[in-house]
């Protein structure tokens, strides 16, 4: 099998429990990603991977493949190397199981970086960022790039910090991390077992423990945006988003 996607769908949330659950537009939101992941050409499988029977049901209920993971894991990736380890596969690709506006095409180009460049083991992706509100906000996560698309760093603050004060010189272009990724099988396991760095624990980026270690992470420009559901709050925005067509 060339490529895997796989939904993390852990029940428990500090801000937000049940989150993956929650009712948008009389669908439970993990359902939403499912079918948008499901539209992806590029994918040979989909699985939930979830710790929770009410999760393990409710997926099942409208169609998804699902596996049991255990309830310990501190993070999606800890859960994907469970569910990859056993199987055959050249690709995985980590979709956020709170992301119900994930666009297919986002998958895509994903995947199809990876299975392009033998080079490359880790991508994600990145959004021209429109709103200054989003610039200034600790919740958008700001990304900078080097000349050939790797992550320089990723940060809560606004990065390129713009200190010229002249009206002549425009400001930086800013871009918003969108938290998609792929990575090889074989990668999955050397991240795992890379120790939380420094980085990571200042800012609460898993991603930073890969650059603090020197290793590297391509970032493509995507022009589809997504709305993480972190609190209850965030349903009513993608509620109007889906009616809007997004």
């Not at 994918?43 to 409710?58: G, P, Q, S, T, W």
């Not at 997926?59 to 055959?88: L, Q, W």
């Not at 506006?101 to 080079?119: F, W």
Request: proline residues 4%; glycine residues 6%.
């Amino acid at each position: 099998m060339d490529v895997i996607g796989v939904i993390p769908a852990r029940f428990g949330s500090s801000r937000f429990q049940g989150k993956v659950l929650a009712d948008i537009l009389g669908k439970p939101m993990i359902q939403h990603v499912w079918e948008r992941s499901k539209q992806a050409k590029l994918l040979d499988d989909l699985v939930i991977a979830c710790d929770d029977e009410k999760v393990a049901r409710a997926a099942e209920g409208f169609g998804a493949k699902v596996v049991f993971t255990a309830k310990a894991h501190s993070c999606g990736t800890d859960r994907i190397a469970e569910v990859i380890n056993p199987i055959d596969v050249n690709i995985v690709i980590n979709i956020q199981g709170d992301e119900p506006l994930v666009h297919p095409a986002m998958i895509d180009n994903v995947a199809s970086e990876l299975l392009g460049n033998k080079d490359v083991y880790m991508v994600t992706l990145m959004k021209k960022i429109e709103s200054a509100d989003e610039v200034s906000s600790p919740n958008v996560v700001k990304v900078i790039t080097d000349k050939d698309g790797f992550a320089i760093y990723f940060s809560r603050s606004a990065i390129p910090y713009h200190r010229s004060e002249s009206a002549d010189e425009p400001a930086p272009v800013y871009y918003k991390h969108i938290g998609l990724y792929g990575y090889t099988k074989d990668f999955i396991f050397t991240y795992k077992n890379i120790p939380k760095s420094k980085l990571e624990l200042a800012e609460k980026l898993e991603q930073l423990r890969v650059l603090e270690h020197g290793l590297r992470i391509k970032v493509l420009e995507t022009r589809f945006d997504t709305v993480g559901v972190d609190r209850f709050e965030d349903i009513a925005k993608v509620e109007r988003l889906l009616r809007e067509g997004l």
